[in-house]
């Protein structure tokens, strides 16, 4: 876990130890893998863009998101301050496992550039990180697409979106499962999740916050998607100190900034 200005972000810190150089099928173990808060075991088949990320000489820390054959957008916290160089980590796909499957070598990264984690928010919370090779052509791996239009909250006709990833199933407790995990969660507006974190941070127009009784992303989840209409609508970035009780916040992919970035560094 990583705190920072009473903001608690979803990063993991430790894991597994992976070598080679080029893409190929491992089982290398973590210290900890993780889970969604309330959600429920999944196959990869059915979400081919998600992957973990794990350190080079650790373990699994975070997830990512494939938007190209050859980029994966991922939270800017899971990369600040914790990885130097892009040989530090590696990212792995085609497995609903967190600890097997297709290994890719990280050519390079970028992180927003107005992203800061000295910050009091966790504004512009985006990063993309460039593979070594290509993601086509590997079973259980393929991009998503990008928003076409803005999701924008109603009352009368909420927004269902669904968070992926391998975060802790419990905020009090260590426990983690095996596989990926799902959960449905529901779009709040603004106006609602800025009074709720009104003494931690301002909620900017570069995020967007999601909820549901007893469902969050946990410890693990950073970096990984909120799905909303088949589309990456959202990064996982930050919430309640123990994932419960408190809307879930997500870097907003369609928002102006984030979305000229992507189209900077991936061309999309």
């Known amino acids: 876990m990583k705190q920072t200005f009473g903001l608690v972000f979803f990063a993991l810190l ?26 429920t075991s999944v196959s990869s088949e059915n979400y081919p863009f998600v992957v973990s990320m794990h350190r080079y000489l650790g373990g699994f820390f975070c997830a990512a998101s494939i938007i190209t054959d050859k980029h994966a957008l991922t939270a800017g916290h899971c990369l ?5 160089k892009p040989a530090d980590f590696v990212l792995i796909g085609g497995s609903s496992y967190v600890d097997s499957g297709i290994l890719f070598f990280v050519s390079n990264y970028s992180v927003h550039p107005k992203y800061s984690v000295d910050n009091d928010t966790a504004d512009y919370d985006a990063a993309i990180v460039t593979i070594d090779g290509t993601f086509d052509n590997f079973t259980n791996i393929a991009p998503i697409s990008l ?10 006709n909420p927004t269902w979106c669904y968070v992926v990833g391998w975060g802790r199933t419990d905020g009090k407790m260590p426990t983690y499962p095996e596989t990926l995990q799902h959960a449905w969660m529901q779009v709040v507006s603004q106006y609602k999740c800025q009074q ?24 693990g989840d950073s970096g990984g998607p909120l799905v909303c209409n088949g589309e990456l609508t959202g990064i ?15 870097a ?16 999309i």
Do not use: H
């Open 80 to 84: 600040v301050g914790n990885i130097v």
């Open 147 to 156: 928003p076409k239009t803005a999701i924008n909250y109603s009352r009368n």
């Open 196 to 219: 709720i974190y009104i003494r931690k941070t301002a909620i900017t127009s570069r995020m967007i916050c999601a909820d549901l009784p007893n469902t969050s992303a946990c410890y």
């Open 252 to 267: 907003k992919v369609d928002s102006t900034s984030i979305r000229e970035f992507i189209k900077e560094i991936a061309g």
């Open 236 to 250: 996982v970035s930050w919430g309640s100190d123990y994932c419960s009780g408190q809307p879930s916040v997500f």
């Open 14 to 39: 430790f894991g597994c130890v992976l070598a080679g150089n080029k893409p190929e099928s491992v089982s290398a173990k973590g210290t900890q893998s993780g889970r969604v808060v309330n959600g």
